[in-house]
């Protein structure tokens, strides 16, 4: 099914970037800007469909994790690589905290999407100019990792639902807000499934702050 979904997709997305490569003739304004919104609304949906699988194999105790030992320095640096460009868009200011001597034990690939959705989220509802934080500490045999921001926050009556399959703070963005609301959904089972726990405090206004754990590698 995975298969299926996704087959057919990676074809559009290819052929609409070799389009706008005009490598088989030039294209009027029009054109590109057809082109461009076939790209862009296929990589949205290619985002929901592994959204989608990802939460089913969740759900179904299926999602199988490749553990290993590693120190989470690099691999928070490696994420954050990954989202630095939409914080220069916004003028935003991420700095690091991390001081975590022991390796975690951790699926690796699933820790950097974890931490890639809280930073995207902080991204997208901080306000130009704002600042992030990822601050990282031992807390007994887990690693604890939090995402702050000075965004919007969310209201208190609102901080169990985040976690709820597409639930969306709308009001964030007047009406309305790009996302599949699977992406907290998502970070709670892999954390969970990881045999961590995942919370929010968060003030309107002001801004939120999400914390995670990951078990330390046991001597």
Do not use: C
């Not at 990802?54 to 490696?78: K, Q």
């Amino acid at each position: 099914m995975s298969h299926e979904l996704r087959s057919p997709l990676h074809t559009v997305i290819g052929f609409a970037e070799l389009l706008a490569e005009e490598i088989e003739g030039a294209l009027n304004e029009k054109q590109k800007r057809f082109i461009s919104h076939i790209h862009n609304d296929s990589l949205h949906l290619l985002d929901l469909i592994n959204d989608l699988l990802d939460l089913t194999r969740i759900e179904a105790g299926r999602l199988e994790l490749r553990h290993e030992a590693f120190n989470i320095d690099a691999v928070i640096e490696e994420a954050l690589s990954s989202v630095r460009s939409r914080a220069t868009a916004k003028s935003v200011d991420i700095r690091t905290d991390v001081a975590v001597p022991t390796p975690v034990f951790a699926d690796r690939i699933r820790f950097i999407q974890v931490l890639h959705n809280l930073l995207t989220n902080a991204i997208k509802f901080t306000p130009d100019g704002g600042k992030i934080w990822v601050e990282a500490a031992p807390r007994d045999s887990f690693a604890e990792i939090s995402v702050s921001d000075t965004g919007i926050g969310i209201p208190e009556e609102q901080h169990q639902a985040v976690f709820d399959k597409f639930y969306q703070v709308r009001f964030a963005t007047n009406g309305g807000s790009e996302g599949t609301g699977l992406g907290l959904a998502i970070t709670k089972g892999l954390v969970e499934q990881h045999g961590g726990r995942i919370w929010l405090k968060s003030e309107l206004g002001i801004g939120s702050r999400f914390t995670f754990t990951i078990p330390l590698e046991q001597s």
